[in-house]
């Protein structure tokens, strides 16, 4: 109550009172309550004597005591309380624990425990342009009295301790902060909250960030309700020096993301510092820090449209091929990448094109393949976009393929439903084909895998959330149909069955659908004990643009399964940790192309050889988990330099700065020519970094392959 204080049992079920309310025993006695004063009752319009409670009674117990905080002594108020051994009293009044409210006409309050530590929160005016009913939450930590009294709580400027740490590898609300500077708070329909009134120079705080011992290399955002271009910088522990990261945002995409620089670590606090021009810049949504991100497999090139297959213990990864140059798709031959230990991959090139189906004659629409084995044959099964899905037949997995039929093995003219293909070969030898968007096709194949028998069958029924992408196959005693779902974005769904052509029921998503993605596609292994998932995102594009373009990259993860043969949900790309199966064995010859990272590289295809080229001043590549045994000694590379200056590799372990261990020098040539440097000090299983030297603004040499002896 205000100018009177009340109390009544409430019934269980939380909104009605046992036996009505009464005022509290002792509300008139200054004993109880504080000495008298004049106030007014507005009730009465006229003053009255009243005891020093004012309003806002917080109760709660300690130990056997009972506690009443309340504002007190009129306006502008300070916060009193009093104690009773029973809620029913009788109260005793234990005087002032806060001085009126900093630039308030009141100060209401309430006291909690929380890990321990004791608070009080309040309110007051103490903000830029505060004063009577502009009022502020704020809270000050304090310490009972041995005796169970409050002890009094002045005032601070630099709030209360963290108490914990936050964690900035999980996404972080954008409105969680400790203090800020001209942003201001709302509300998109009613609940998803965000950070709004963002102008140049505004800021957030955030305490205790613990980045822990491994730093971040990459920071993420989505921002709302564009308005003008800025960016968002951020800082360690002040607003000065050089920030940590700096994410530019435009109007091309609401989800951004940037660099961090090396060597973060441990606990900060950090400031999101906002810069632009004079007028309102953006609204963010959330962040989110990445310490390890899983990147796309492969960078040298855009690739999509995952269709892995395992064949004598090796991964065979073939991709649709997105033109670096697309702006929508624009796709032209499949590319094929293999690895032995999921994070080292040999680019193999194209190993099917448009050119091989002679029935077509345009230059686009090389969309999703799947590829499978049968009697030592390879059969690549791809749509043609409004051309229907054709088949190419080898007798090697690295090609070539030759098309057998001259013709689509399907094509319904009437729709432009046939793309996607997916095709499995059954326990009982029976083989099968799905595909479709938006509908679910399947057919029964025959023995030779290049035509079919029977009627194309359309599910008469939908799989919920089912958009494009099937991917058919078996585990355990289950068979699935994982897709890419809804668009757009596009998550990856599933649906299960106990036969092969269904009926099918959903099971909801393997991975949610989310903006970081606009696209998605599975495709599912088991490779070496372990399920894995394949998929694709805009990630590798995001690092130059974030403006929206058909530019894609395949991404992997590991996929667990239930016991009643469902499947967890596998976080976004970026949010998981892929694991090298075995280490890698850099003695025998390896193929230039064979790389777990090499961001700005590309390669080339000259006849049936591929090389390393786009090489720059300062770029590296990187292979993972190099096993050197007891020791290399020598290294060893065929190069062609023909640009006119010497240029260099220097090779580096688990880092780009980390320990060098040789130099190879590479002098202009005519041609590819074998040359070597000794090394030291690389033993063990190290990160193998390669980092190119020589002149700036220019394409230092072509790499065709190395050893280590």
């Known amino acids: 109550g205000n100018k009177g204080l009340w109390y009544g049992e409430l019934n269980d079920d939380m909104i009605s009172f046992k036996d009505g309310y009464k005022e509290v025993p002792g509300y008139h006695d200054p004993a109880a309550f504080g000495e008298l004063q004049s106030k007014m009752n507005w009730k009465i319009r006229k003053e009255e004597m009243m005891t020093q409670y004012e309003e806002g009674p917080w109760v709660s117990k300690r130990g056997d005591t009972y506690y009443i905080v309340y504002p007190a002594g009129g306006v502008p108020e300070y916060m009193a309380y009093s104690t009773a051994p029973s809620i029913d009293g009788p109260w005793t009044f234990r005087g002032r624990i806060m001085d009126e409210a900093q630039n308030s006409f009141t100060i209401h309050g309430g006291n909690v425990n929380f890990k321990g530590h004791d608070y009080m929160f309040y309110h007051n005016g103490a903000l830029p342009n505060g004063w009577g009913f502009h009022r502020s939450t704020a809270v000050e930590e304090f310490e009972f009295n041995p005796d169970g009294s409050i002890p009094f709580i002045p005032f601070t400027s630099e709030g209360v301790k963290p108490v914990g740490t936050l964690n900035p590898y999980e996404t972080v609300q954008a409105e969680t902060m400790s203090s800020s500077w001209g942003v201001k708070l709302d509300r998109l329909d009613g609940t998803r909250h965000y950070v709004t009134s963002i102008h140049n120079g505004d800021w957030i705080k955030v305490r205790e960030v613990d980045f822990a011992d491994e730093g971040p290399e990459i920071v993420s955002l989505e921002m709302l309700n564009f308005k003008n271009p800025g960016r968002v910088e951020f800082y360690l522990d002040e607003l000065s020096g050089k920030p940590i990261a700096t994410v530019n945002v435009d109007n091309s995409n609401m989800m951004v993301k940037g660099a961090v620089t090396p060597g973060v670590k441990g606990k900060h606090d950090l400031y999101l510092l906002f810069r632009g021009g004079d007028e309102q810049l953006f609204d963010l949504d959330w962040w989110v820090f990445t310490a390890h991100p899983n990147m796309p497999l492969i960078q040298t090139k855009y690739t999509a449209d995952p269709a892995p297959m395992v064949y004598d213990g090796k991964v065979f990864l073939y991709t649709t091929h997105d033109e670096d140059y697309a702006d929508g798709f624009m796709m032209k031959d499949w590319l094929l990448y293999t690895s032995t230990d999921m994070v080292n991959w040999t680019d193999h090139g194209a190993v099917a094109s448009l050119r091989d189906f002679k029935w077509y004659d345009g230059d686009n629409g090389a969309w999703a393949e799947c590829v499978v084995e049968r009697d030592g044959k390879w059969y690549m099964y791809c749509p043609i976009h409004g051309h229907g899905i054709g088949v190419l037949v080898s007798d090697s997995p690295y090609g070539p393929f030759k098309d057998p039929l001259g013709k689509p093995l399907i094509w319904q003219k009437e729709n432009w439903d046939d793309i996607d293909p997916s095709v499995f070969v059954d326990d009982d030898g029976q083989a099968y084909m799905y595909w479709g968007n938006p509908n679910v096709y399947y057919v029964k194949l025959n023995r030779d895998m290049i035509s079919y028998s029977g009627e194309i069958h359309k599910l008469d029924y939908k799989?919920?959330?089912?958009?494009?992408?099937?991917?058919?196959?078996?585990?355990?005693?289950?068979?699935?149909?994982?897709?890419?779902?809804?668009?757009?974005?596009?998550?990856?769904?599933?649906?299960?069955?106990?036969?092969?052509?269904?009926?099918?029921?959903?099971?909801?998503?393997?991975?949610?659908?989310?903006?970081?993605?606009?696209?998605?596609?599975?495709?599912?292994?088991?490779?070496?004990?372990?399920?894995?998932?394949?998929?694709?995102?805009?990630?590798?594009?995001?690092?130059?643009?974030?403006?929206?373009?058909?530019?894609?990259?395949?991404?992997?993860?590991?996929?667990?399964?239930?016991?009643?043969?469902?499947?967890?949900?596998?976080?976004?790309?970026?949010?998981?940790?892929?694991?090298?199966?075995?280490?890698?064995?850099?003695?025998?010859?390896?193929?230039?192309?064979?790389?777990?990272?090499?961001?700005?590289?590309?390669?080339?295809?000259?006849?049936?050889?591929?090389?390393?080229?786009?090489?720059?001043?300062?770029e590296y590549l990187k292979l993972k988990g190099v096993d050197f045994r007891k020791g290399a000694s020598r290294f060893e590379a065929s190069v062609s330099n023909s640009r006119g200056s010497t240029a260099y590799i220097e090779v580096h372990l688990d880092a780009v700065d980390g320990p060098l261990c040789g130099t190879l020098k590479i002098d202009p040539s005519k041609g590819f020519k074998t040359v070597s440097c000794s090394l030291k000090d690389a033993k063990g299983v190290h990160d193998l970094y390669f980092v190119f030297k020589g002149e700036a603004g220019r394409d230092l040499f072509i790499w065709d392959w190395w050893k280590m002896r």
């Not at 990856?492 to 909801?508: C, E, H, V």
């Not at 991975?511 to 599912?524: A, E, L, V």
């Not at 372990?530 to 643009?545: E, K, V």
């Not at 058909?550 to 469902?566: F, H, I, K, L």
Request: charged share 20%.
């Open 463 to 618: 799989i919920d959330y089912y958009q494009e992408g099937p991917w058919f196959y078996k585990h355990g005693n289950h068979y699935y149909l994982a897709f890419a779902s809804t668009c757009c974005p596009e998550g990856i769904g599933y649906a299960m069955s106990d036969s092969p052509t269904g009926p099918w029921k959903s099971m909801g998503h393997i991975m949610d659908r989310t903006w970081r993605t606009r696209g998605n596609h599975p495709g599912i292994i088991e490779y070496k004990g372990q399920s894995y998932i394949f998929g694709l995102n805009y990630d590798i594009m995001h690092l130059s643009t974030f403006r929206h373009h058909e530019r894609r990259s395949v991404s992997a993860a590991p996929m667990y399964y239930n016991e009643d043969g469902s499947i967890r949900k596998v976080p976004y790309w970026l949010d998981n940790v892929l694991e090298q199966v075995e280490p890698f064995n850099p003695f025998a010859r390896v193929e230039a192309e064979t790389m777990a990272w090499g961001y700005g590289l590309k390669t080339i295809e000259t006849g049936s050889d591929i090389y390393v080229s786009n090489i720059d001043e300062g």
